[in-house]
């Protein structure tokens, strides 16, 4: 997985970037390892919004691109909430993939020996 973090209105600092990597560890499982996930983090400066911290994320996958946004008042709790939702998002659309395959269904033939007891 290809992380790139960066910052609106907010200098993004070691401890934070290395953070963002700690949570999307969970993220990096589940994709490939060319998959590109862009996130933003933020601070909203208008002070009647009390959930001001932003973390906001694109997953380019094949075929796929992936949104979340989360707010909070501290930005690591932003953080956790938005790696929770990706991996979600990530989990549903794998099995949506998977799980699409298995619509077909095969008749149920009744067992003869069972059918001579119910009978009698």
Do not use: C, F, W
């Not at 390892?33 to 002070?47: C, K």
């Not at 979600?88 to 067992?111: C, F, S, Y």
């Amino acid at each position: 997985m290809q992380l790139h973090v960066k910052g609106k209105n907010l200098e993004v600092n070691e401890s934070t970037r290395s953070y963002v990597e700690r949570k999307l560890q969970k993220l990096d499982r589940r994709v490939h390892e060319l998959t590109e996930v862009e996130i933003e983090l933020s601070v909203e400066r208008n002070p009647s919004i009390a959930e001001s911290q932003v973390a906001e994320a694109t997953v380019h996958l094949k075929g796929r691109t992936l949104r979340a946004r989360e707010t909070a008042y501290d930005m690591k709790a932003a953080i956790d909430e938005l790696s929770d939702k990706l991996v979600r998002q990530v989990r549903d659309l794998h099995e949506k993939r998977v799980g699409g395959r298995r619509h077909v269904v095969e008749p149920t033939i009744a067992d003869p020996v069972e059918a001579e007891v119910t009978e009698s």
